[in-house]
């Protein structure tokens, strides 16, 4: 009897050992960098977005990434989803199976410059980004609107419409909003490609340092509210 108890004794310790142990890597595990889930950017752009004319590790996009990973914001992941050509129907068509599939944290939408440039009536173009809007709210992501303008040919009065509609879509959805993409970029020398509509490869850090301002603030958000 007395081997009988020592025995259940020396097993009953182990066993407590073992929980002990499982326990405390459990704790480890959970306060582990690794165990903390990447938060993600999903950017739904046109070709300002997709490198168009230039090397792909010298896109603002890219160059994004990299601030994220050399500051405090490595926790981040950035999905480009961005396709030279694409217009707002394009965008509103394919970003709720998008949002499904990264869950993104933050929505970038930069589109709407091919409307314009196509002559979309702006309520239309308007419409579609309302739906994006609203389709990235609906899965719980926060919203960074990128105001575009286009070329004064189309008219003083399109134009008019074209550049006052990301302003008021913002201020309508309580969205951050880059004021214009291409402010300081579209008249300086040698920061268009010589179609006069896509920046060159000088221009790419100046392409994000005019969305930073407006993107840091909802990664400090975002990230909080995890």
């Given amino acids: 009897m ?3 108890s020592v025995s259940a004794s020396k097993v009953s310790v182990s066993v407590r050992q073992k929980s002990l142990f499982l326990l405390c890597a459990l704790i480890l ?3 582990s960098p690794m165990a ?3 938060a993600t950017i999903l950017v ?4 300002l977005s997709a490198a168009y004319g230039v090397r792909t590790e010298t896109a603002w996009v890219n160059l994004l990434r990299q601030r994220l990973d050399e500051g405090d914001h ?3 992941q950035v999905v480009n989803a961005s396709i030279s050509g694409e217009t707002t129907d394009g965008g509103a068509r394919r970003l709720p199976e998008l949002l499904d599939k990264h869950q993104p944290d933050i929505v970038i939408i930069e589109l709407g410059g091919n409307d314009g440039l196509r002559g979309f009536q702006p309520p ?6 309302t739906s994006m809007i609203q389709a990235s709210h609906d899965a ?4 960074l609107l990128v105001g575009m303008q286009i070329p004064p040919n189309y008219g003083p009065a399109y134009t008019r419409l074209f550049a006052n509609m990301f302003p008021e879509l913002a201020a309508e959805h309580d969205t951050a909003l880059v004021p214009f993409f291409l402010d300081g970029i579209y008249n300086g ?3 268009m490609q010589d179609d006069g509509i896509h920046p060159t490869e000088q221009a790419q850090p100046l392409l994000l340092d005019n969305v930073w301002p407006h993107l840091e603030p909802l990664l400090q958000e975002s990230f909080a509210a995890r």
């Fill in 2 to 4: 007395v081997v009988g």
């Fill in 29 to 31: 595990c959970l306060l």
């Fill in 36 to 38: 903390v889930q990447a």
């Fill in 44 to 47: 739904m752009g046109d070709s």
């Fill in 74 to 76: 490595d926790q981040w």
């Fill in 124 to 129: 239309v173009i308007r419409e579609n980004l």
């Fill in 140 to 143: 719980g992501a926060r919203v």
């Fill in 189 to 191: 020398a040698g920061m």
